[in-house]
T-cell receptor, first 112, second 118 residues
Framework: SQKIEQNSEALNIQEGKTATLTCNYTNYSPAYLQWYRQDPGRGPVFLLLIRENEKEKRKERLKVTFDTTLKQSLFHITASQPADSATYLCALDGYNFNKFYFGSGTKLNVKP | GAVVSQHPSRVICKSGTSVKIECRSLDFQATTMFWYRQFPKQSLMLMATSNEGSKATYEQGVEKDKFLINHASLTLSTLTVTSAHPEDSSFYIC??????????????FGPGTRLLVL
């Protein structure tokens, strides 16, 4: 069965630095991959979607890469701010578009 | 656009009672809605997929008789936890997707419902 791994340890960085989060997967070939932000006690909020034929996608301070050979996605937040502190989840879908599989998330702490 | 609401946001009930959670897509028609459960510091676990007008598809290990799902319209799905027990206490989150242009592949999540069964 598919397995999605995100670093379970919290990532602590200083304000202004670039945060990089990793999502690795096995036994799976997703059509696309998504990143979500989740704040405590709240539902996830969609951030970015990248398709299997795309290498990189950007949105404001966010950048996502997708390496289907390595089976890995990297999520970058440049010029990080304390307001970026949250848990970030990656999610993978398949060609039938009918199921999402989520990683366990990585908690990001941006210190002022 | 693409707002999903859930009600209630928090519910406390006694063991043995049933609890209904509503999930609504406010500004789009959701042909498919999903129900997830999330335990503290864990990932979202898909419980079931519901399509408007048809029976829900449950994930392996999820009891369909315990977690009743009804997707009566394109904007409303309900999850009823029947005969709830303390182990059902969790954070329940719904999401909705639409095949409409610009919304096709993304799921939009509700704010979640915190269920505590005493």
């Amino acid at each position: 069965s598919q397995k999605i791994e995100q670093n379970s340890e919290a990532l602590n960085i200083q304000e202004g630095k670039t945060a990089t989060l990793t999502c690795n997967y096995t036994n799976y070939s997703p059509a696309y991959l998504q990143w979500y932000r989740q704040d405590p006690g709240r539902g996830p909020v969609f951030l970015l979607l990248i398709r299997e034929n795309e290498k990189e996608k950007r949105k404001e301070r966010l950048k996502v890469t997708f390496d289907t050979t390595l089976k890995q996605s990297l999520f970058h937040i440049t010029a990080s701010q304390p307001a970026d502190s949250a848990t970030y989840l990656c999610a993978l879908d398949g060609y039938n578009f009918n199921k999402f599989y989520f990683g366990s998330g990585t908690k990001l702490n941006v210190k002022p | 656009g693409a707002v999903v609401s859930q009600h209630p946001s928090r519910v406390i009930c006694k063991s043995g009672t049933s609890v209904k959670i509503e999930c609504r897509s406010l500004d789009f028609q959701a042909t498919t809605m999903f129900w997830y459960r999330q335990f503290p510091k864990q990932s979202l676990m898909l419980m079931a997929t519901s399509n408007e007008g048809s029976k829900a598809t449950y994930e392996q290990g999820v009891e369909k008789d315990k977690f009743l799902i009804n997707h009566a319209s394109l904007t409303l799905s309900t999850l009823t936890v029947t005969s709830a027990h303390p182990e059902d206490s969790s954070f329940y989150i719904c999401s909705a997707r639409s095949p409409q242009t610009g919304l096709g592949e993304t799921q939009y999540f509700g704010p979640g419902t915190r269920l505590l069964v005493l």
